[in-house]
């Protein structure tokens, strides 16, 4: 009897060894020796076929999931313990159970979870990817963006958007993530929030073209549900006597050196300023003039450097090449204004606003009073061609439409497809008449 005894004792504690329902006996769970492995069933309430087995030769331990699919046993290795514990194994088998419930095989389920995780792009990624593709995709006008608006869109990825969101999955970014990065970036710039908010559109519809994800979630959102409504438009524009006044402070600010002695612009650079008065260019346009763009009195400005991706004719007026004259003296490359820094290349863009700005002593946060414009109502460079522009329809009752063509701006569908005749000799007179008044200071 009592050798019965021993053995049913026996058999109780064996197979309480290998039924395990606690985090401790998970823990305590070995090998016996002279075994070459171990395997207990582990509890999971009326779940079956999850089981913890043990190797003398690993420290770690596998929970194992046994299933059967059609009519063959298969195993599943659900994690190894101690990083997977208790608690987390049982969920992971509860999970695997629902699958085979539906005849997945959680084999091949977690081999699809691979190839697709391996396959989803980050934000960052999909932003090269998209940069390459918008570079070279056309745009309006059948022709694809000028390189400085790509350059634009890669500072602007670069600057508000990379730290944020790069570094998340595409499929996870979700219309609350997007709108809270756009207010953080509407709380300083509300236009930069808003022009970041029409790439991230473009960016994830190109996501979602490619089944990175289902639905765009930038997809109907607008500016003024991320604060970046845009603000009221300038209207500012000089009158002729502070467009006079701001001619003659660009030629009295240069010295013999051809440095500003109170501006501290250099010619090149207040030189830009003026061509940019007689014709109405855009900055970028103007500070990256070549001299091969110009032929006699004509400068042409080829497509890949205008905004609007068409070529654009510029008369050069008595005035404008003289401008050109003095440049050539001391321009030895292909650009018209030569930066003085840096041999070789242009101006920067930039240095035409910091100019106009230093004029008005605004180009610091505390102000200078004695520059030599404070007194002017303050004003940009944008202000500059809205007041060309101003002038010239009013002083010299020019056609809107025609001004708009001298400025370069797209017409009206109607007028670009049925008015072919750009009525350049009439332009042509308009940009003479305006270098005369300018460099007499008279109608």
């Not at 501006?263 to 300023?273: E, F, I, K, P, R």
């Not at 522009?389 to 400025?407: I, K, S």
Request: with cysteine.
């Amino acid at each position: 009897m009592r050798e019965v005894a021993e053995e049913s004792v026996s058999k109780v504690r064996q197979a309480s060894e290998n039924y395990l329902t606690t985090s401790k006996a998970v823990e305590n769970f070995r090998v016996r020796e002279g075994k070459t492995k171990a395997r207990a069933v582990v509890s999971n309430g009326k779940l079956g076929g999850l089981a913890l087995e043990a190797r003398p030769d690993r420290e770690a331990k596998r929970w194992i999931y046994r299933y059967r699919q059609g009519d063959k046993v298969a195993e599943y290795q659900l994690g190894s313990y101690p990083q997977m514990k208790l608690g987390e194994a049982r969920q992971a088998h509860r999970e695997a159970f629902e699958l085979v419930k539906q005849g997945i095989d959680p084999r091949k389920h977690r081999k699809a979870i691979k190839a697709a995780n391996q396959a989803a792009w980050t934000m960052g990624e999909a932003f090269e990817k998209w940069i390459d593709f918008y570079a070279t995709a056309p745009v309006r006008g059948g022709t694809p963006p000028t390189e400085r608006t790509v350059l634009k869109q890669k500072g602007r990825w670069r600057l508000h958007l990379a730290k944020r969101l790069g570094g998340a999955y595409v499929r996870d970014i979700s219309r609350r993530q997007l709108i809270e990065v756009l207010e953080k970036i509407a709380s300083t710039a509300r236009e930069e929030a808003r022009q970041c908010l029409t790439l991230l559109r473009q960016l994830l519809d190109y996501c979602e073209d490619r089944e990175q994800i289902n639905d765009n979630p930038a997809a109907g959102l607008k500016p003024a549900k991320v604060k970046a409504r845009p603000g009221k438009p300038r209207d500012r524009h000089l009158k002729l006597p502070e467009m006079m006044e701001l001619w003659e402070a660009l030629d009295d600010c240069r010295n013999a050196e051809g440095v500003a002695s109170t501006a501290m612009l250099s010619a090149s650079v207040a030189n830009a300023v003026r061509l940019l008065i007689l014709t109405g260019a855009r900055r970028a346009e103007v500070s990256s003039m070549r001299w091969a763009e110009v032929k006699k009195d004509t400068w042409h400005i080829h497509a890949s450097r205008t905004k609007s991706a068409r070529e654009h004719k510029v008369h050069l007026s008595k005035q404008a090449l003289a401008i050109l004259d003095e440049q050539r003296k001391s321009s030895g490359g292909e650009f018209v204004f030569e930066s003085s820094r840096d041999a070789g290349k242009p101006i920067h863009y930039d240095t035409i606003t910091t100019a106009i700005a230093r004029l008005q002593g605004r180009s610091r946060k505390q102000h200078d009073t004695d520059a030599v414009l404070y007194h002017l109502e303050h004003f940009t460079v944008h202000d500059l061609r809205r007041s060309v522009a101003t002038l010239w329809t009013e002083t010299f009752m020019a056609d809107p439409l025609l001004v708009d063509a001298m400025l370069a701006h797209v017409p009206p569908k109607l007028v670009g497809t049925y008015n072919k005749g750009k009525r350049y000799r009439m332009q042509v007179d308009i940009w003479e008449q305006w270098g005369a008044a300018i460099e007499h200071s008279a109608i």
